[in-house]
Structure formats: C-alpha cells, structure tokens
C-alpha cells in the first residue's frame, strides 16, 4: 500500500519574477496608480528590482538619480547604472540619457563623439530620438564631421515618425537646398505638416511663405491666419509680420491701430522688427504722432541687434540731426555696420559722404 500523499506542485520564485513583481509594486508607487504616490518608496523598490537583474528597473532608477525624483540628484550614479544597463542591453532609453550626459557633461566629462556614438546607436534601433539628435550633429559638426548629407538622410528617416521638430527642420533644408536638392513646394509640405501640429516656427515660416508667394502661391489671408495662430503661442516675429499686414491692409482689414498693437507688443519682447518698424510709424507720424527722439531710440535698439535697416536709418538721423543730436563720425560707424552685412542703400550714401 502507498501510503504516500501527492502534493499540488510548487514552482519556486526566480530572480526574474520577483524583479517583475517589484518592478511592478514601484511602478504603482511612482505614478500614483494603485497606491498612493511616494517617490522614495517607488526608489526603494527600483532597487530591490535592479538587484534582482530587472532591467526596466535599473533604468527607471538611474532616471530617479539623474532627475533627483525621490533620491538626491545624483549625476555619476545616474550614469553608473545607465552604463550597467548598456552593457547588459541595447536599451535605447539608457543610451539617449547617457548622450544627453555626455551633451552637458552630467556626471562626465563633456565628449561630443561619445554622445555621437550612443545616438547612432540608437538610431539604429529605428528610434527618432537617435536619428533626430545624430541629424542635428552632423549638420551642426558637432561630435561629428560635419556633413550636410548624411543630416539631412537622417532627418528623412525621423520625419516618418511624424514629429514636428523634424518636420521643421526637413523644411529648413528644403528651403535652403542644404543637405539636398532645394524644393520648395517640399519646404511647404514640412512647414505646413509641422503648422498642423501647433509649432509656431512652422507656422511662422509657412505664412512667410504665403505671404510672399516664394514657392507656392501668394495668400495673404492664409498668411495672416498662420501669423496670428503662430503670435498666440509668443512667437514675436509672427506677431511683427502679422502688423506688417494690419499696417497695408494685406489679408486682414487694415487697421492701423492694430498694426501699433502688434508692434508694441513685439518692442516689449525686444524683437528687432518691431522695434524697426514702430520706430518708422514715430518717424512718419502714421497712427500716432511724430516724434523722432521716440524713433531714434527705438532705431538705437533695433541696431544693437544688428538690423541693418535701422542702422541705416538712424545713421540718417545722426547725419541730419534729427531726434539726435547731429553726429556724422556716427552716422559713418552705422553706416559702415549695415554695408558689411550688404545693405545697398547704406552702400551707396558711403560712396557719396566719400566723394
């Protein structure tokens, strides 16, 4: 007789489960679901998973260590435990953080080619945020050799991720023919695919467009909507041009007042355009009274930031003594600044002051 008694199975608990497990408990702790939120339990738990080879967890505390979530900020741990994970996996997470470090020098000493390296790395998982960064190198030579080229095959990979960053800057390429071969009607398809989303460069650059017709027809009114959406988020370049059509009347009902509106706006936020242009609205006297002291000093701002219309310009006031005391070795000084940056008119007043 078999007087011996069958137990249920039993599985033993590996080290991978209980990392899971852990790894799951912190996960709670951290975000807040399903346990009430306490960065320092959720670190605790991260490392009890970490130790227990859980990879997820490893990375996620070495996030806690860089960001100081929970933990004391802590740089070189923070890249200790990245670089634990890099040599276990390809964890693309690990590796854009360790470039990011090696980028501003967190914990590292600063080394471009080393935050190349770990980009290519993970552009080659097919991940955006490698092929964004790595695109950006090479055009700017940074890290890397500068090659226009290989930027701009980078930035075609990540566009298909549709994010607008690479959205904008694919345009830019098409636009100058840098990288590849110039294409406008391209440049317009990035901006407006960029636009749609919300960024306001795009949408800047897009009414830029527009409103010049360069590239694809001339629409005021198109330009004027992308000007005003782009100038809603703080963008103060939209916000002069956007004025500039207030001012002629172009796509919008012209409304001198909210030409005035739109410049002062951009003068508060020291745009230069602004500056130009409502010290040209003082000059003349359009929309509000004539005051060419008001002018020569918004000119002065506007020429610090090397706009050579108003150096042009104030160089006129200096040489007539208007709104300014009368001052032609000055007048020769600005002169000479906007003629370096290939102002014609300030080119040829030159020619005539030296005959």
């Known amino acids: 007789m078999d007087n011996s008694s069958q137990s249920p199975e039993s599985k ?11 790894f799951k408990e912190a996960t ?15 670190a605790e738990l991260f490392e009890k998973a970490a130790q227990n080879g859980h990879i997820s967890a490893q990375v996620n505390l070495a996030s806690m260590y860089y960001q100081g979530i929970g933990l004391p900020q802590d740089f ?43 980009y290519e790395k993970v552009a080659e998982q097919g991940q955006f945020v490698g092929q964004f960064n790595l695109a950006l190198m090479y055009l700017e030579g940074s890290g890397v050799a500068q090659d226009f080229k290989k930027g701009a095959q980078l930035l075609l990979k990540a566009v298909q991720h549709g994010q607008a960053v690479a959205q904008l ?30 960024n306001p460069i795009a949408q800047l650059n897009l009414g830029l467009m527009y409103s010049q017709g360069h590239g694809i027809a001339e629409d005021q009114a198109k330009a004027a ?7 809603q988020q703080g963008d103060t370049d939209a916000l002069t041009n956007l004025g500039l059509l207030y001012l002629t009347g172009r796509g919008v009902t012209k409304d001198v007042d909210q030409a005035l509106q739109c410049f002062q706006k951009a003068v508060e936020a020291g745009n230069s355009g602004g500056q130009y242009y409502l010290a040209t609205m003082y000059q003349n006297g359009y929309g509000v009274n004539v ?29 007539k003594g208007q709104g300014v005391p009368q001052d032609p070795s ?26």
């Not at 033993?12 to 852990?22: M, R, Y």
């Not at 709670?28 to 959720?42: C, N, R, W």
């Not at 992308?226 to 100038?231: D, E, I, M, R």
């Not at 005051?291 to 006031?317: G, N, T």
């Open 169 to 198: 800057q694919l345009g830019f390429l098409y636009l100058s023919g840098v990288g590849l071969k110039k294409d406008l009607n391209e440049a317009a398809k990035m901006f407006q695919l960029a636009a749609d989303q919300g």
């Open 330 to 355: 000055r007048a020769r000084e600005l002169l000479l600044k906007a003629s370096a940056q290939g102002y014609e008119p300030a080119e040829e007043i030159l020619k005539k002051l030296t005959q």
């Open 291 to 319: 005051d060419l002291a008001q002018a020569a000093k918004l000119f002065e701002l506007a020429s610090e930031q090397d706009l050579a219309e108003a150096q042009y310009k104030l160089a006129i006031l200096y040489l």
């Open 12 to 22: 033993s608990i590996t080290s991978a489960d209980l990392g899971e497990a852990l």
């Open 76 to 118: 070189k741990k923070a890249f200790e435990l990245y670089q634990k994970v890099a040599d276990q996996d390809v964890n693309c997470l690990a590796l854009v953080n360790m470039a990011l470090m090696y980028v501003n020098g967190d914990g590292v000493e600063q080394d471009l080619k080393k935050a190349a390296e770990l």
């Open 225 to 231: 909507e992308l000007f005003q959406k782009a100038a």
């Open 28 to 42: 709670e702790f951290l975000t807040g679901e399903g346990a009430p939120q306490d960065f320092l339990k959720a």
